[in-house]
């Protein structure tokens, strides 16, 4: 079976209206824009400037393409049972199977293969680790606790917007998200979008949310559902009104299988709703680095779990 995807570039519109918890995000030049990625082999002092200047780098191909298509391959031949998947095709197509899935069973079968050898293997292949010890300028240290995710292609669920540091307070400030597609996530499935400049703004809330939680023990201070923060820790799930309230752009892009963005946990940052017209499943992982001699969030050295309040 041959997937036709229709990609987007700087100058074009998205090809579908992007949506996320109901609302539509603008199209206006103002409001939406585009990622700018960076080669990977551009050297490790200008990805550094370019991560903090822009609060990103979107890394085009550092991982090899076809290992990362592999590994799809291999998360869904192991959920096709729960009917999540096309039977009869190749599972790393991940082609949304008509009808209902066991969810439960899904739910059940993505937490262990968090706490599988193969998806550690992935995760901590040399190439990514070793890229992460130069980028930190020392050894980096990933974090147990990461999370895979797969999103149906017509589902309403859609990440809300938020900056990692609210998930990561009990440890050091210098976290890097390592976001990896899990193949190639055109625009229209819903990949992560981020606020412009959202870096800074992020550091000022988490100043004020520092101020409002000061009377506060120990450990609700460290919490993202402390009584101070918003439900499940989100900036907000009304991405079009953020984009007008700082006066700012979401920016968008076309993943391919190969690509890692990295992120300031100060950086804002969503997702929209899965609408491939090919029904194709988004697959993708998020982990975490940071240098191994800085201070390490003792909650996050468990797996992911879904009911873990992280």
């Known amino acids: 079976m041959s997937i036709s995807r229709a990609k987007s570039t700087s100058q074009d519109a998205p090809p579908v209206a992007l949506a996320a918890n109901s609302k539509v995000l603008s199209t206006a030049t103002n409001r939406l824009g585009y990622l700018t990625p960076t080669d990977p082999s551009a050297g490790i002092e200008t990805i550094r400037h370019l991560y903090g200047m822009q609060g990103y780098v979107w890394l085009k191909g550092l991982l090899p393409r076809r290992s990362v298509i592999d590994f799809r391959g291999w998360v869904f031949s192991h959920l ?22 066991d969810r439960q069973l899904a739910d059940r079968r993505i937490m262990s293969l968090v706490r599988s050898a193969a998806y550690e293997g992935f995760c901590a ?54 976001w990896i597609p899990l193949g ?11 606020l412009e400049g959202s870096h800074a703004i992020g550091v ?33 799930k009304d991405l079009p009104e953020m984009a007008e309230r700082f006066d700012s752009r979401w920016l968008i892009a ?28 988004r697959l993708s992982t998020d982990i975490r680095f940071q240098n191994v001699d800085d201070e390490i969030d003792a909650r996050w050295a468990n797996h992911w779990s879904l009911d873990d309040m992280l």
């Open 204 to 236: 000022g809330m988490e100043a004020r949310f520092n101020e409002n939680n000061a009377g506060l023990d120990a450990q609700e201070r460290i919490s993202a559902y402390n009584r101070n923060m918003t439900e499940g820790g989100w900036v907000s």
């Open 80 to 101: 096709a049972d729960t009917g999540l998947v096309m039977p009869g095709l190749d599972p790393g197509l991940g082609i949304a199977a008509a009808g209902a899935f």
């Open 254 to 281: 076309d993943f391919e299988a190969g690509d890692v963005v990295l992120h300031s946990p100060y950086m804002i940052h969503a997702s929209t709703t899965n609408q491939s017209p090919d029904g194709r499943i």
């Open 125 to 178: 292949q040399p190439l990514l680790s070793r890229f992460m010890d130069e980028f930190l300028g020392g050894l980096s240290y990933l974090h147990k606790r990461k999370i895979m995710r797969f999103t149906q292609p017509g589902s309403p669920v859609a990440t809300p917007a938020h900056y990692d540091l609210v998930y990561l307070r009990g440890g050091t400030s210098r976290i890097v998200t390592a």
């Open 184 to 194: 190639d996530v055109s625009v229209d499935m819903g990949g992560l979008v981020y």
